[in-house]
């Protein structure tokens, strides 16, 4: 891959790594974005600040609570070790799954050395990344850059040749997609009357409302979803995630189409929603955390998955997709960083094992580890919201064959079994394939045996009714307030 010319569309999480893994493979990479790229100390700052630098259109997700798994664990200390060294220095803390917080210290659940992660913000995390590709020696940052369409050559096939963009033309051996969930270049295939990517789309069927805060003294809480307390109840769901620096999220979750509830956006609402959850009145006791941002809200997400080989042949040559322009996966399942660290890397290694003389071949070689490497999680994913917006919607789940053991079953026994848990744990950290857990004879047995022992309680958390209770009673306080500011108003 020496001399050959990159083109990285794109410069957030997938577009930074997708740099670093061809740059570090002899490749000369010119990065595009339309956004700001100086580099940003990293330090704790003002959560105000940091939320401002984090946030960009094209990115609402960036705000809002980020954790990297144990997959994206591996992938920064095998491949990035620079990377991962300097987020530990500026304050990102490396997180037992599952572990318990005390006052000083997060104390593991098991002896698995794998079952780590990364406890940072975003911002924090990027700001990091940029600052090491920005002095990286072969690469070509160019910001305030926006890509308008594609170049290509003839060919019943397009040879993408680079890209369009504000500032001219840029060619290049190879374009790589680092554009995200609403990636533009389908519509750009189409524009050059090639066939577009093959795309399944499905709602995660949730919005997210989350406000930071900083930890004034650290509760001795379990964090029993893996990187966070909390999780999904009955109606809605609440997590608290503590950060980098002493910073702390809580997200509400809350379905996407449930008007009724939007107004929970207001900072007392959400404060009093957040506190019926189980595992949160210790992160919203006096004294422990203080709120620094306002209620960020995010009005939905998607599951979503692109192919650029379709019936078996590449739609395009020269151009292969990477990170969330080819696969993205519901946010609180805390996969994307991870997966699109794995795949950028990844898809550098096939560039520099195939070399570029056969664009078809390395098109489908890509689109072979796309459907390994990425697609069981989206298909997870979407498996699972089906599941939850069922349980929230009052109707029936998805049909289960007789005798078949369900993830959520596995989960329920994952309290009483630790052999369970683990298993479900490197499930979660995708350090073993989604699909892997339902091979384990073992694991099943165990599960059987503790729902014989411990039937399925009803989900737990508030119900819908007891959310609006809560708007309703800030409403009520809310138009009092406002009479009693009235001069003209009526007292009677």
């Given at each position: 891959?020496?001399?050959?010319?990159?083109?990285?569309?794109?410069?957030?999480?997938?577009?930074?790594?997708?740099?670093?893994?061809?740059?570090?493979?002899?490749?000369?990479?010119?990065?595009?974005?339309?956004d700001p790229m100086a580099a940003r100390p990293p330090h704790a700052g003002e959560m105000e600040v940091a939320i401002d630098a984090g946030w960009r259109k094209g990115v609402p997700q960036a705000r809002h609570t980020h954790a990297l798994a144990a997959l994206g664990r591996k992938v920064f200390r095998e491949r990035m070790p620079d990377v991962w060294a300097a987020l530990l220095e500026a304050g990102a803390i490396e997180m037992p799954f599952g572990g318990r917080l005390d006052e000083t210290a997060v104390?593991?659940?098991?002896?698995?050395?794998?079952?780590?992660?990364?406890?940072?913000?975003?911002?924090?995390?990027?700001?990091?990344?940029?600052?090491?590709?920005?002095?990286?020696?072969?690469?070509?940052?160019?910001?305030?850059?926006?890509?308008?369409?594609?170049?290509?050559?003839?060919?019943?096939?397009?040879?993408?040749?680079?890209?369009?963009?504000?500032?001219?033309?840029?060619?290049?051996?190879?374009?790589?997609?680092?554009?995200?969930?609403?990636?533009?270049?389908?519509?750009?295939?189409?524009?050059?009357?090639?066939?577009t990517p093959e795309e399944t789309a499905e709602p995660c069927g949730l919005i997210y409302l989350t406000r930071w805060y900083r930890l004034r003294s650290r509760p001795a809480v379990p964090l029993n979803a893996g990187f966070s307390a909390g999780g999904y109840g009955a109606s809605s769901g609440c997590i608290a995630c503590p950060a980098d620096n002493g910073y702390v999220s809580i997200t509400v979750m809350t379905p996407q189409g449930d008007t009724a509830l939007y107004p929970l956006a207001e900072a007392?609402?959400?404060?009093?929603?957040?506190?019926?959850?189980?595992?949160?009145?210790?992160?919203?006791?006096?004294?422990?955390?203080?709120?620094?941002?306002?209620?960020?809200?995010?009005?939905?997400?998607?599951?979503?998955?692109?192919?650029?080989?379709?019936?078996?042949?590449?739609?395009?040559?020269?151009?292969?997709?990477?990170?969330?322009?080819?696969?993205?996966?519901?946010?609180?399942?805390?996969?994307?960083?991870?997966?699109?660290?794995?795949?950028?890397?990844?898809?550098?290694?096939?560039?520099?094992?195939?070399?570029?003389?056969?664009?078809?071949?390395?098109?489908?070689?890509?689109?072979?580890?796309?459907?390994?490497?990425?697609?069981?999680?989206?298909?997870?994913?979407?498996?699972?919201?089906?599941?939850?917006?069922?349980?929230?919607?009052?109707?029936?789940?998805?049909?289960?064959?007789?005798?078949?053991?369900?993830?959520?079953?596995?989960?329920?026994?994952?309290?009483?079994?630790?052999?369970?848990?683990?298993?479900?744990?490197?499930?979660?950290?995708?350090?073993?394939?989604?699909?892997?857990?339902?091979?384990?004879?073992?694991?099943?047995?165990?599960?059987?045996?503790?729902?014989?022992?411990?039937?399925?309680?009803?989900?737990?958390?508030?119900?819908?009714?007891?959310?609006?209770?809560?708007?309703?009673?800030?409403?009520?306080?809310?138009?009092?307030?406002?009479?009693?500011?009235?001069?003209?108003?009526?007292?009677?």
């Amino acid at each position: 891959m020496n001399g050959a010319r990159i083109a990285v569309v794109g410069g957030s999480m997938a577009g930074l790594m997708s740099a670093l893994a061809f740059a570090r493979s002899g490749a000369e990479v010119v990065l595009l974005d339309r956004d700001p790229m100086a580099a940003r100390p990293p330090h704790a700052g003002e959560m105000e600040v940091a939320i401002d630098a984090g946030w960009r259109k094209g990115v609402p997700q960036a705000r809002h609570t980020h954790a990297l798994a144990a997959l994206g664990r591996k992938v920064f200390r095998e491949r990035m070790p620079d990377v991962w060294a300097a987020l530990l220095e500026a304050g990102a803390i490396e997180m037992p799954f599952g572990g318990r917080l005390d006052e000083t210290a997060v104390v593991p659940r098991c002896g698995d050395a794998d079952l780590f992660g990364l406890s940072a913000r975003r911002s924090l995390v990027e700001d990091v990344l940029r600052r090491i590709v920005l002095a990286e020696r072969n690469v070509a940052v160019r910001a305030h850059v926006v890509a308008t369409g594609l170049l290509a050559g003839p060919g019943a096939v397009p040879v993408i040749e680079g890209v369009r963009t504000s500032q001219g033309e840029v060619r290049a051996d190879l374009t790589i997609d680092a554009l995200g969930r609403a990636s533009p270049v389908g519509k750009w295939l189409g524009g050059l009357g090639a066939r577009t990517p093959e795309e399944t789309a499905e709602p995660c069927g949730l919005i997210y409302l989350t406000r930071w805060y900083r930890l004034r003294s650290r509760p001795a809480v379990p964090l029993n979803a893996g990187f966070s307390a909390g999780g999904y109840g009955a109606s809605s769901g609440c997590i608290a995630c503590p950060a980098d620096n002493g910073y702390v999220s809580i997200t509400v979750m809350t379905p996407q189409g449930d008007t009724a509830l939007y107004p929970l956006a207001e900072a007392l609402a959400f404060t009093e929603a957040a506190r019926l959850h189980p595992g949160m009145s210790a992160w919203l006791a006096p004294g422990v955390c203080e709120p620094v941002s306002a209620v960020l809200r995010w009005p939905g997400c998607e599951n979503r998955f692109r192919r650029f080989v379709v019936a078996g042949e590449p739609i395009a040559l020269g151009l292969l997709g990477v990170g969330d322009s080819l696969c993205a996966t519901n946010p609180t399942y805390t996969r994307g960083i991870s997966l699109a660290a794995r795949h950028a890397f990844g898809v550098a290694d096939i560039v520099r094992a195939e070399g570029l003389g056969d664009l078809r071949r390395l098109a489908i070689r890509a689109d072979d580890l796309a459907q390994r490497a990425l697609r069981p999680w989206f298909e997870d994913s979407a498996a699972q919201d089906r599941v939850r917006n069922a349980l929230w919607s009052g109707v029936p789940g998805p049909h289960t064959p007789p005798g078949e053991v369900t993830l959520q079953q596995i989960a329920l026994a994952s309290r009483h079994d630790d052999v369970v848990w683990h298993a479900l744990a490197r499930r979660a950290g995708m350090l073993d394939a989604p699909e892997a857990i339902f091979a384990r004879t073992d694991v099943l047995e165990r599960v059987r045996s503790v729902l014989a022992r411990h039937p399925a309680l009803p989900p737990s958390g508030p119900s819908r009714d007891d959310l609006l209770q809560v708007i309703e009673a800030r409403q009520g306080l809310q138009a009092q307030a406002l009479s009693l500011s009235d001069p003209l108003s009526d007292p009677f």
